[in-house]
T-cell receptor, first 116, second 110 residues
């Protein structure tokens, strides 16, 4: 079974500072993917970034980067130069690579509030 | 162009009623899903379909019946609605693991 743990239910960060959202995972699968999704107050789920378990380099997408530490089973999201629009719920998720049988297991989320 | 669209966005209904939520994706993905987000924001998979075939059914009550007429559509029909069914239901589609979500349907059962 796969499990995702997000230990920060809420965070407050000053605008323009960098933010690290924690995520640890547990799986026995050799091949898996790790994701971060953003859910603003409007409710939609927005894909942010993906890291494959065999990827040698940490994923980056604009201001988002994923700090992947495989031995520690952690996949923290780093947001550089935070903006007011970054205030939202953030979910870490993982999926097992199993053709035609993929599904995502989500963490409980972190509510990020950016303070002006 | 909306990649994954689901309707309606809001649904308020009385206990015991039957309701449907529709989902369509124009991404050409083979796999579609229904996820449920409860009042504590926890997201959990309900069903997945791959090329119109049911692949995953995560011990969802049989009052919930998904139907996939073609690989671009996955509808969710719920019979005899209960108060505990109140939640946000997300449709998603994917190729491989990377899933794209619809905007969600907030179902309120009164």
């Amino acid at each position: 079974a796969q499990k995702i743990t997000q230990t920060q239910p809420g965070m407050f960060v000053q605008e323009k500072e960098a933010v690290t959202l924690d995520c640890t995972y547990d799986t026995s699968d050799p091949s898996y993917g790790l994701f971060w999704y953003k859910q603003p107050s409007s409710g939609e789920m927005i894909f942010l970034i993906y890291q494959g378990s065999y990827d040698q380099q940490n994923a980056t997408e604009g201001r988002y980067s994923l700090n992947f530490q495989k031995a520690r089973k952690s996949a923290n999201l780093v947001i550089s130069a935070s903006q007011l629009g970054d205030s939202a719920m953030y979910f870490c998720a993982m999926g097992r690579v199993n053709f035609g049988n993929e599904k995502l297991t989500f963490g409980t989320g972190t509510r990020l509030t950016i303070i002006p | 162009d909306t990649a994954v669209s689901q309707t309606p966005k809001y649904l308020v209904t009385q206990m015991g009623n039957d309701k449907s939520i529709k989902c369509e994706q124009n991404l050409g993905h083979d796999t579609m899903y229904w996820y449920k987000q409860d009042s504590k924001k926890f997201l959990k998979i309900m069903f997945s379909y791959n090329n119109k075939e049911l692949i995953i059914n995560e011990t969802v009550p049989n009052r919930f019946s998904p139907k996939s007429p073609d690989k671009a559509h996955l509808n969710l029909h719920i019979n005899s609605l209960e108060l505990g069914d109140s939640a946000v239901y997300f449709c998603a589609s994917s190729t491989g693991l990377k899933a794209f979500f619809g905007q969600g349907t907030r179902l309120t059962v009164v």
